[in-house]
């Protein structure tokens, strides 16, 4: 159990009773932080989640949020971390992490178009970060081909930080007609409660094993099991009745318990325990309630509709069943053998009591001391397997089923998939750990402002995002201050950007087994609109290379400074400056355009080296604050983009007209896997093991 003394002593004085044994593991699971968001809820209010294209943002209880993409249909995303099932069981948490997002997309009755996967591991140098890896790819290759939803792009990266706590981070997006989508809640008594799926053993209390750190014990029990073929059956199902229910809740953290207090809403409803199909026999009743077996929904039907609810889920052999029904008295009841074991008020279950803990904020000293560029620290930041081609992750996932990926995953720095009314969509997560450790209120404001920048690269402006928010134990002040500093630089640039965010999670307790927390990583994620189709990135030799923006020399959060060891002054966003340079790149037509982010200049120019092709750079040209060739080269910062070209002139003169710098620094040749700085430098090596550094270091033939 994971509630606070405190809060034991609230439940006791507010019902006048001792719970009984049934009804605690009702309140672990409803009052458990997964659930119930008791430490993050006050800050969270602060994110903007109104907007003139907003269907349904942030509300208590919907399963996702929903924009207005035109055409009556509207866009369903959400995102979610399967961190503690993935850290036991790599494949069953990554596929059920997989299997938990789409049903909350069907929940909205919206058809899953997309996945993107995001995963922070461990360096490769261990095996059981290895082993994590290769089971983590396969859990999320098996459970998304299986059930046709195409993964369309992510991120992948390495750092110690999270050798015992890794972060499998899966959004879904879904579209559905704007007026048929499904709520969550109920709003009248008298509807029956509808179970589709068998409950087993397996994820017993997981809302409460993700509430806490990983205890390093025996918790597979806690991990669900995967099982895409019955998800197929339930999405189908689901989806083609959708528009005769009343409301749809997945079943997910909590199980039951949580499913039917979220959806009664205020209601009260009776679920009879006896009723739920089960996969075991003999399971206790409190089991039977939090219980987190996958491929289950619940829905709120009109009781002379049940027959047509189940009949799709009957033609393919699935359990569908009535278990109880909504009521007017305001009280969740669980009943058992004839016995009423769970008598709870409604209110009192969705009101848990809110956490502001004390909070600190960490001062680093910055140094003004930079190393030099020298070839060496070329070799090194471009043999960082961050900067590695992910081709064999992608390669294990079906992304082009459905047949509406059109920028498909490492293709570009935003996917972009064809929405059913002929619009196309660019979707895109990002996150920045290394500046977070530095300063989480930058990194929030620079994550936000990197997502929009990287849809502007393939011609799509940001209107809609979602967050997940990482971090440690909220009760150690230092983390607490820096989720609450994140917080408000996202919510700043949301602002800014006019990008509302309809939805989120929040994992704490993110710690490794000595009790030291992650790097703390909020995610952005965050979907656009195309004015036109767009271009397949390509690169050509005698192609001028164009720089917009300023090479500031801020180089603390940076790539460069982990790898290298130094600090240097703090990076800080400049929101507008991104907003401008953004809206100058996404009107552009030219075939490759990437901001410049992780890495700086030289990650992003490597991607034409790799390619065969050689590039030639005039440093003095890179408009920068600092003569250093390495705060040119490496500095990461707001609002740059590197475009190849054969007609500068516009590039320079959009910019221009916008106020921002803009200006050719080189050019793209024949002389393969070369760059020409104030020497050259033959970066074949580095070109082949970004190909072939993750199938060497995880043996794959």
Known sequence: MTLFEEEKRTIRERLGREPSKEEWSVLDAVWSEHCSYKSSKFFLRSLPSTGERVVMGIEDWQDAGAVDIGDGYALVLKVESHNHPSAIDPFNGAATGVGGIIRDIISKGAYPIALLDMIRIGELNKERNRWLLRNIIKGIGFYGNSVGVPVVGGELSFDSTYDDNPL??????????????????????????????LTGIDGLGGASFASRKLSGEDEIGAVQIADPFAGKINIDSTLEIAT???????????????????????????????????????????????????????FAVKPELVDEICEPFFRDKYPCTVIGRTTEDHMIRFIYEGKEIVTLPSEFLLTPPRFVWDFSYEDKPNSEDLPQLTEGVIRRLLSHPDVTSKEWAYSQFDYEVGTSTVIKPGEADAAVILLPNGKYLAIKGDANPDLCASDPYECGKMIFAEAYRNLATVGGKGIVAVDHLQFGDPRKPKVYGAFIEAIRGISEASKVFDVPIVGGKVSFYNENKDGKPIKHTPLIVMAGLLEREPIRPSVKSGQVLVHIGIARNEMD????????????????????????????????????????????????IFPIIVKGYGVKLNLESIESDNKNDLVRMLSEGSGRFIVATQDPEKVIQSASSRGIVAKVIGEVNDESYTLHLREKYDLSKEAEKFVKYLEEMLNVP
């Open 244 to 298: 005769k229910v009343e409301a749809i809740k997945d079943l997910g953290g909590g199980g039951l318990a949580v499913a039917v207090t979220e959806m009664a809403n205020g209601l009260g409803a009776v679920v009879e325990l006896d009723k739920v199909p089960l996969r075991v026999k003999g399971m206790r009743p409190e089991d039977i309630m939090i219980s987190e077996t996958q491929e289950r929904m619940l």
């Open 168 to 197: 499998i981070d899966i959004a879904c997006l879904g579209v559905v007609k704007k007026d048929r989508i499904v709520p969550s809640v109920v709003t009248e008594p008298g509807l029956s409660l509808v179970l589709t799926g």
């Open 557 to 604: 959060g940076t790539l460069a400074s982990r790898v290298l060891g130094f600090r240097g002054r703090l990076q800080r966003a400049r929101l507008h400056e991104d907003l401008l340079s953004s809206e100058v790149v996404m009107k552009l037509r030219y075939p490759f355009i990437k901001d410049i982010s992780r890495g700086g200049l030289l990650t992003a």
